[in-house]
């Protein structure tokens, strides 16, 4: 395996001394977008970004710690990220082929199977707590476009004007992605960070539940009301009892193998470790399930470009969150089974990432 | 097990002769929406059901026996359901709240895990089309709302006045939710039955290919742009080469539980049947995805709605195309393993099925 990629990914594992002894221990995990290269980072834009993980993980967990449900901490870490300017979620957000900011968002909450969605919002400060509202306040999942907007003046969620959203950077990435459209050469590189950015969290409470979340601006230059795999329960959000998976990446082929569902759902499969020989343990099942991810990819996309998109690597980033019944893991405290470069990423939330491909 | 509840309900059985020995039998599922109580229709409009129905069945075998790909059988029959003012999908679609009608369409291509979708689009004669351009002619997945139909124009779908779309039907049915609302006191009935009458297909064809697909127009009386599963890749619609499966019902339910990828996942996690002793087969791991489906929905739902609520008819109607790899299923031609009066599917479109809680 080379090392290819980075990523923005943020971790914790909190302890939680004050609970008793059969309590899990309360653990948030942040992410911040797959697909920004260190390059393409200025050292004061990485201390920024840096920043607004640090303080997102510092709200999620004074919620946790505060007793709070796993939904919470997971509500409260991205609306900080959202809030930054630095991530492709709420401001500044990518903007569309029309220069709009059009945002998308979902989370879900693993004890009860609720989940809320909203996809092409324009005025909404923070999408990720819309889509709680959703899953709270009305009978349904996803609502989309004008008529979430609506829902969300009712529920009384902060609405902003459009120009809030706004930053210099997304702008010129946009200039760029039409210029090199028009010549009918678009960058390979920006080809492919265009797809990424989005944030997410996924948390697990002192009363054992787990919740998770992820808020997105969408891909530069994306036209035609195109919705990203971020809105989708299945494909970028997805939690129940044993797992919790917030997805980044390039959204279509996250909805085409359901990949947060389908991590949950070998999880839930293979569950019971090492009583029954021959039988998978819940660790070895999400393994392979990032390793089915990544080569379904390999042929569509491309080595090339496969190379610079660290889907496993999310995938395994989830996987951490996803399997919260598996011993070695624990014990571990997080370190990632298949690459203990990963191990850094509890320490360091900017880290270099493995491709697994 | 009691019958409680009746269904549009289509299958087909398609042996092909000409075929080689080892080449797979073609066969086309059909479902013309879940929860149509048999009181709600005249002996006249369930003729013309059945009618659309066989004439759909009629195209999509058709296609399969001119050897055409899966995809192209569940389009054609789609197309026919869509066509047809019988069915809440296309022409006689139910009306939202502000008394539009508002179309959300998906399909799936099995054999290489591509995928289309469109949701809230008002002026597509026939949305499956649409779904089916996304996949093929766009680099996405889904798309909403305006940008579809800018989409939809630039491809040359078919493009209506609005009020092609309308019924009287479903206008005086949207009239009788607006007064219940204002009285505050939605009848159990239509409060149940404002959410059904989506169609759906799946299709396996000569080369071993299988696709599905769904469309609907959503429930009557829908706010805030909501979407249900139908658009859903991994909610209402899901294909792979071991599985396909079309979704109609209560359409959070779906989304929640990913039911058409979870049936999936069950399949493939399970697929080789009786080989393994110990592991379950492939039809029971979907029998148990059914009982699974049906029982996860009970504690929110309530008994007395579930037993309107066919929803696990539904999941194993997606289940009989679902296990092509089961032997049990192949040899007794497509009879329900939990069911007998299943049987009489293969022969009679409209049929009783029962309630699996």
Chains 1, 2 share one sequence.
Not at 130 to 149: K, Q, T
Not at 220 to 236: E, F, H, M
């Amino acid at each position: 395996m080379k090392l290819t990629s980075a990523v923005l990914l943020g971790l914790a594992t909190l302890s939680c001394g004050a609970a008793a002894a059969a309590a899990p221990s309360p653990l948030l995990v942040i992410h911040g977008g797959a697909g920004v290269e260190r390059k393409d980072f200025s050292a004061e834009e990485e201390r920024a970004a840096r920043a607004a993980l640090t303080e997102a993980l510092r709200k999620g967990h004074e919620a946790l710690m505060a007793g709070k449900p796993a939904l919470d901490a997971v509500t409260a870490a991205i609306t900080v990220l959202e809030d930054d300017p630095t991530f492709n979620a709420g401001r500044g957000a990518v903007f569309t082929h029309d220069g709009k900011n059009e945002l998308d968002s979902s989370l879900m909450d693993g004890a009860t199977l609720r989940a809320g969605a909203v996809a092409g919002v324009h005025t909404v400060k923070n999408p990720i707590l819309l889509a709680r509202a959703v899953m709270e306040h009305s009978p349904h999942v996803m609502m989309v476009g004008e008529g979430a907007e609506m829902f969300a003046a009712e529920q009384k969620i902060e609405q902003v004007d459009p120009s809030y959203f706004r930053t210099e950077k997304r702008w010129q990435q946009l200039q760029r992605a039409l210029k090199e459209e028009v010549a009918g050469q678009p960058h390979a590189d920006l080809e492919t960070a265009k797809h990424f950015g989005t944030v997410g969290a996924v948390a697990l409470d002192r009363e054992g539940r787990l919740a998770a979340g992820t808020s997105t601006g969408g891909m530069t230059n994306k036209r035609y009301g195109r919705v990203g795999d971020s809105p989708i329960i299945g494909a970028g959000t997805y939690a129940n009892a044993q797992c919790a998976v917030s997805g980044t990446g390039w959204g279509e082929y996250y909805i085409r193998l359901a990949v947060a569902h389908e991590i949950c759902a070998r999880c839930s499969t293979c569950r019971r470790p090492r009583r029954r020989p021959g039988r998978k343990s819940s660790s070895s099942a999400c393994r392979s399930s990032v390793e089915m991810v990544a080569p379904s990819c390999c042929p569509q996309m491309g080595r090339r470009r496969l190379r610079s998109i660290p889907k496993a690597c999310i995938a395994a980033g989830s996987e951490w969150m996803a399997c919260r019944m598996s011993p070695s893991l624990r014990t571990k405290s997080l370190r990632c089974p298949a690459n203990d470069r990963y191990a850094a990423a509890v320490r360091n939330i900017f880290i270099e990432c493995e491709d697994f491909c």
